[in-house]
């Protein structure tokens, strides 16, 4: 018998009865879709993240201060990091204050939880560009004007339809002109990055923060490849300034963006394996499926079987259509499955674009087959092995 015939036997048997096949191929289907769907939430997720911290430069170091009493980061602070003498590597320092705050505007309120104080060196540093109008200035900034830059989200929820550089917007119970609306961000679907709102550190700490200490000091490095020297160079500086406690932990912790993205690209590998491999499971319960369906199959053609065998049929035949026929089941349901995420992609899942991984796809084609050539081995087998008097004797 050809392997033209073969096939076509193993086609008339998936067919012989219509909705079994469907409901075992939606099985397989389902396990594939799900494998290459995770898969590509998880390297979605990883991408967004990795993106905004791109955004962000990754020639950027934020110092952060580790005490939770007195002291800590101070203006006096930034302004030691900013010395060509002993931080020549050093581009910028932006002293940041970070806090909530309730943006009004003809009686329609917005809450940014990122009402950002800090100095023009910041938009450049943080990578942030102004879109429309301008930013503030240095002697904005020297003088304390109460102007701020805002971001798209809060442009588009306080003033809809309507251009608002020049208007007034009152935070904390003082009057703020909207100077710049900021280029809009991409968003990792957890944290909105462009419901921020930007203002002079001077005027934030007088009307809103205080003079506590800093949130944190952003520090620029003169190139990517002259972060961990100006690291270097801040950390002499601030190990004079900020002394080590009497535990010896130290008063402050530097965060380096292209470590970050390094630590966060390893998390989010492991994250993306994890997601694929608790999907793996119901490809492995979709070729039990396969097992059982192929079982039965049998069971129901044992009479066929033995009428071949007895007209010749060697065992190699039956052996070969019934592997074919659980193996067309698996590809079958394994392209469906393709089709069906590469859909399912164009839609966001819980906030995430996912981006399919070429290799999942397939990785996960791959392990369907071999799911319909080994779960489709013990029936096969046990129809080739069956004697043909015992087969044609069969009820």
Do not use: C
Not at 88 to 98: E, T
Not at 116 to 139: E, L, R
Not at 148 to 170: H, K, N, S, W, Y
């Amino acid at each position: 018998m050809s392997p033209w015939e073969i096939l076509r036997f193993a086609l008339r048997g998936i067919g012989a009865n219509k909705l079994r096949s469907s409901l075992t191929m939606l099985g397989i289907l389902i396990g594939v879709a799900a494998v290459i769907l995770l898969v590509a939430v998880g390297n979605g997720s990883a991408k967004a993240i990795s993106d905004r911290i791109e955004a962000l430069g990754t020639n950027t170091l934020t110092v952060m201060s580790t005490s939770r009493g007195s002291g800590g980061l101070t203006m006096a602070v930034a302004g030691a990091l900013d010395d060509p003498v002993l931080a020549p590597d050093v581009a910028s320092v932006s002293p940041v204050v970070s806090t909530s705050a309730t943006l009004t505007y003809d009686g329609s309120d917005h809450e940014v939880s990122a009402f950002v104080g800090t100095t023009p060196d910041w938009f450049t540093a943080s990578n942030f560009g102004v879109g429309s109008g301008s930013a503030f200035t240095a002697d904005d900034e020297a003088q304390a004007r109460r102007v701020t830059v805002i971001g798209q989200t809060v442009a588009e929820e306080l003033f809809p339809g309507i251009d608002p550089v020049g208007v007034q917007v009152t935070i904390g119970g003082a009057l703020f002109t909207v100077v710049g609306v900021l280029e809009e961000k991409s968003s990792s679907g957890f944290q909105d990055a462009n419901d921020t709102a930007v203002a002079p550190i001077s005027a934030v700490r007088q009307v809103i923060a205080g003079y506590g200490a800093l949130s944190s000091i952003l520090v620029e490095a003169r190139g990517s490849g002259m972060v961990d020297t100006a690291q270097s160079e801040i950390t002499t500086i601030l190990d004079r300034k900020l002394p080590a406690g009497s535990s010896g932990t130290a008063a402050y912790r530097i965060q380096n963006a292209s470590q970050l993205l390094e630590t966060q690209t390893e998390t989010a590998d492991t994250f993306t394996t994890l997601l694929g491999a608790v999907a793996a499971i119901s490809l492995l319960v979709g070729g039990i499926g396969i097992t059982n369906i192929m079982l039965v199959t049998v069971t129901e053609r044992t009479r066929e079987i033995g009428i071949r065998k007895a007209l010749g049929a060697p065992r190699r035949v039956i052996l070969t259509q019934f592997l074919i026929e659980a193996t067309l089941l698996s590809v079958i349901g394994g392209g469906l499955g393709v089709a069906a995420a590469v859909l399912g992609s164009r839609f966001e899942i819980v906030g995430v674009r996912p981006v399919i991984v070429p290799s999942s796809v397939v990785l996960a084609l791959g392990v369907s087959i071999l799911i319909g050539l080994f779960f489709g081995g013990l029936p096969a087998a046990r129809a080739a092995r069956l004697r043909p008097i015992d087969a044609l004797r069969y009820e």
